[in-house]
């Protein structure tokens, strides 16, 4: 028996993945509701621009493996390619510099340009970097997508996981609000509440919240294409194909705080955004919502197992911010692991031993 701890994109993309396997014996146990974590408070891009180049390398297989796998799926998820652009005014900083060196060397085709080339933008603005390889998708109808497909087969299981159980150094199963469930695999897709739920073992594992922001304006004509990224605000920004614009700001609360919003921030967020496109003087907001960034000390994912842990458990978390677009390949990778009981090459790097041995990736593009 296989135990998923979390309905998040994630969870479901593993379950799903099993299934494509042939594996039914999947229970799935949420605590609140599909997709209540940070798989439906995102804003759905996606990109393969990271600065550590094993990132890159996981982005770019993800991305693929995504735009694939959305022709199969239930739901259209609408996976566009749309780019994202940086604007960069006098100039790019000595990191941005590196961080566009890589990209070269690994292909992926971005440019500098004056800004004044995108006419949805003011003019003025100096000097821009445009990334073709990025775009946007819609993080609902990709959740629902996997939902819909393993929901008649595997059962699912409504409650909060309080305990995880071992014996002999295997996974026995876990707790759910004080009734055992049985299981020799257990997988965590738990999110920003991954650290949390790994502590009843004694296990650490360093994933903490970070509660964002993000907002959508009334509809405007469709113009911003890409995602535009102002890096010397931290605001960054897109339209939604109703003609939104949806977006945020780089302001983070660190901790489980309640999921507001600050006026402060959405305010900034607004004055900034009129200042920076063309034609929408006086544009509102019409709503606002939070959710938590799963951070790790190098802003890379967790996945697989630790030799020292018991056998049978495994995690899938910490995406720190950028995991609704590898949860395709995150689930196929995961679901792979568990019925071969070996971790592939890919996400060798981004094992949970890592931290034990100080292999860390550093990855600095947090968006
Ligand atoms: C404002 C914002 C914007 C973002 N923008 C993007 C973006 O543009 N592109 C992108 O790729 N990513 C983006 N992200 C990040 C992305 O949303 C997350 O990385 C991704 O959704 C994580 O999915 P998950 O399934 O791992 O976790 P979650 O979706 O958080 O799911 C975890 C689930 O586990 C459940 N759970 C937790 N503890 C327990 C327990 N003990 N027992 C049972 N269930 C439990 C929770 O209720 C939750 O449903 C953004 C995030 C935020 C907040």
Redesign the pocket.
């Known amino acids: 028996m296989i135990v998923i701890?979390?309905?998040?994109?994630?969870?479901l993309s593993a379950a799903y993945h099993l299934l494509k396997r042939g594996v039914k014996n999947v229970v799935i146990?949420?605590?609140?509701r599909v997709?209540?974590?940070?798989?439906s408070?995102?804003?759905?891009?996606?990109r393969v621009y990271f600065n550590d180049k094993k990132n890159v390398e996981f982005a770019r297989k993800a991305m693929e493996f995504f735009s694939k796998e959305s022709k199969e799926l239930k739901f259209n998820t609408m996976f566009m390619r749309t780019g994202y652009l940086w604007i960069l005014g006098e100039g790019p900083t000595e990191g941005f510099r590196r961080s566009t060196n890589l990209w070269d060397s690994e292909g992926l085709g971005g440019k500098y340009l004056d800004c004044n080339n995108f006419n949805f933008l003011k003019e003025g603005l100096g000097e821009c970097y445009f990334g073709p390889l990025a775009g946007s998708f819609h993080?609902d109808y990709l959740t629902l997508s996997y939902y819909e497909e393993v929901r008649k087969v595997h059962t699912f299981l409504s409650?909060?996981?309080?305990q995880l159980l071992s014996s002999g150094g295997k996974v026995k199963g876990v707790v759910v609000e004080g009734r055992q469930v049985q299981a020799d695999t257990v997988l965590i897709?738990?999110?920003?509440?991954t650290s949390?739920?790994l502590s009843s073992l004694g296990l650490s594992i360093p994933i903490v919240p970070e509660r964002?922001?993000?907002y959508i304006t009334e509809d405007v004509k469709f113009k911003v294409k890409p995602l535009v990224i102002d890096l010397a605000t931290g605001v960054y920004f897109s339209h939604t194909l109703k003609g939104e614009i949806i977006g945020?700001i780089d302001r983070g609360v660190q901790g489980f705080v309640e999921f507001s919003i600050s006026l402060d921030n959405m305010l900034a967020y607004l004055k900034r955004l009129r200042h920076l496109v063309r034609g929408i003087e006086g544009i509102g907001l019409m709503r606002g919502w939070?959710?938590?960034?799963?951070m790790t000390p190098d802003r890379s994912h967790v996945m697989g197992f630790d030799p020292q842990w018991p056998e049978g458990l495994f995690i899938?978390?910490g995406?720190s911010?950028?995991?609704?677009?590898?949860?395709p390949l995150s689930g196929e990778i995961m679901a792979k692991m568990i019925v071969d009981g070996k971790i592939d090459g890919l996400a060798q790097p981004f094992t949970p031993e890592r931290f034990r041995t100080h292999k860390l990736l550093e990855e600095n593009m947090v968006i």
Not at 5 to 11: I, M, S
């Open positions: 701890v979390g309905a998040g994109g994630h969870g146990i949420e605590a609140k997709g209540y974590g940070s798989s408070r995102n804003i759905s891009r996606y993080h409650g909060e996981v309080t897709t738990a999110g920003a509440w949390r739920l964002k922001e993000a945020g939070s959710g938590f960034y799963e899938d978390a995406y911010g950028h995991g609704m677009m590898m949860s």
